[in-house]
């Protein structure tokens, strides 16, 4: 064997070196997506002849998902789509940024294709999401030169923007994610709800650019106002407040008192003329867990607290990592750990079953776990091959999964 040789060695164990450098070179996350020494590599493929998730809930609640338009030109994916849901939200297709770039400019042209699949394939839409203080274009509420629009100057851009957006898509999404995301991260229980708001939204900063305190004027009011501008643009479609960690005890008594404050005022609108329906007609509860701090009980309390509100509740973005914040995870789940994820899933749907009357739809935040923007925490039903995980079997039947897996 020549490789003995001192000269060829020293070139081999260079080659060597080089390898391992630039293996572990690369983050865990990259390695977790490639594929493991030994392991045989599959192709990904959808297993249609596994029970609808739809069609098990179809008694209980909406089960919808995320689509991007670039993936409706996928057959298999929409077959699988099909086969499993019956609502869909576009992951971002529909948020400002894109839809209105430029004051005057209007882009439908994406999410018209995404609305023409789901009309074609018999899916319903949610529209994600027309006020937010994130992916918007600053011609909604910032200036030139960077401070905010007065307040007027805003409710002006945000009358204009609803009534074009919730306008052109009228009739064909049945509710909306009208204000996303409003309050603050990280705040106690508020003894008003305005203030564990996000101050530093661009929505609030140029509402409160103007605003009359002494008539009770402040940042606060961009909600009333991008609630009422939908309901007159779109009448039949139904209206959503979208928020996370709405788990935090603070959060869902925030939530709660905003939908039980704003409700109230709109009663006693000139504009309304529907005196029985409610302004904000669902609290959705985004979902976005970690296995690790996960208390089913928490959202249990947040249910049980919105319903007492007077609301609707819809669970719109769920997946559940592995891990926590501050300690994410990284790699393909062990067994264990799939176990434990899909434990977390059948207990959460043996609570949405339990509240079913209440509760419009559940829809999960991604496919697969590939396709997730958490995928490093493995956080969905379906894996990076698109088979079914434990998480998928203890939603399809969550209590006979709780019961063989104690
Ligand atoms: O489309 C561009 C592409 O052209 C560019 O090359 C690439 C480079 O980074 O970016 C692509 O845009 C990305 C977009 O997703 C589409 O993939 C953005 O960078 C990225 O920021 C964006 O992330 C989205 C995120 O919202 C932005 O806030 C996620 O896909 C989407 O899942 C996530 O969804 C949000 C909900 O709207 C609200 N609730 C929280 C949830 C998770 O963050």
């Known amino acids: 064997m020549d490789i003995f040789y001192p000269k060829k060695r020293r070139i081999m164990q260079l080659l060597i070196l080089a390898v391992l450098t630039v293996f572990f070179a690369i983050t865990p996350a990259a390695q977790a997506d490639m594929v493991q020494v030994g392991e045989p590599i599959v192709t990904p493929g959808w297993d249609l002849s596994l029970p609808s998730i739809a069609e098990t809930y179809k008694d209980y609640f909406m089960i919808g998902n995320v689509m991007s338009t670039y993936q409706t030109t996928d057959g298999e994916l929409t077959a699988m789509y099909k086969h499993h849901y019956n609502l869909v939200t576009a992951e ?126 402040s940042g606060a009011d961009y909600i009333y106002d991008a609630f009422v501008f939908t309901r007159l643009t779109d009448p039949e479609a139904t209206l959503f407040y979208n928020d996370y960690n709405e788990t935090d005890s603070w959060k869902r008594e925030a939530m709660a008192m905003m939908a039980e404050e704003l409700n109230a005022k709109w009663k006693t609108d000139k504009r309304n003329t529907q005196p029985d329906r409610l302004l904000i007609e669902v609290l959705g509860m985004q979902a976005h867990y970690w296995t690790a701090s996960l208390n089913v009980y928490a959202v249990e309390a947040a249910i049980t607290r919105f319903i007492k509100a007077g609301v609707k509740v819809a669970v719109t973005e769920l997946d559940i990592p592995y891990g926590s914040w501050t300690n994410q995870h990284s790699t393909p789940l062990t067994e264990e750990e799939e176990l434990l994820q899909a434990r977390l899933y059948a207990q959460l749907f043996k609570v949405y079953k339990q509240y079913a009357p209440h509760i419009e739809r559940v829809s999960f935040w991604g496919k697969a776990d590939s396709q997730s923007w958490r995928a490093k925490g493995s956080p969905l039903l379906f894996d990076r091959t698109f088979a079914a995980k434990q998480a998928y079997y203890a939603v399809i039947d969550p209590e006979g999964f709780l019961r063989a897996n104690p």
């Not at 430029?102 to 949610?126: C, M, P, Q, S």
Request: proline share 4%; glycine share 8%; aromatic share 12%.
């Open 92 to 217: 971002n297709d529909m948020k400002p940024q894109y839809l209105s770039p430029v004051k005057g400019l209007y882009y439908f042209i994406n999410a018209d294709t995404l609305i023409r699949w789901a009309e074609a394939n018999n899916i319903k839409v949610h529209g994600h999401t027309l006020v937010w203080h994130s992916q918007s274009a600053a011609w909604l509420t910032t200036g030139a030169d960077g401070n905010p629009l007065t307040r007027a100057e805003a409710r002006a851009n945000m009358e204009e923007y609803i009534t074009n957006v919730a306008g052109h898509f009228r009739g064909k999404v049945i509710s909306w994610d009208v204000v996303n995301e409003a309050f603050a991260d990280g705040s106690g229980l508020p003894a008003d709800w305005k203030d564990a708001l996000r101050k530093d939204s661009p929505w609030y900063l140029a509402y409160e650019n103007g605003a009359d305190q002494s008539k009770g004027e």
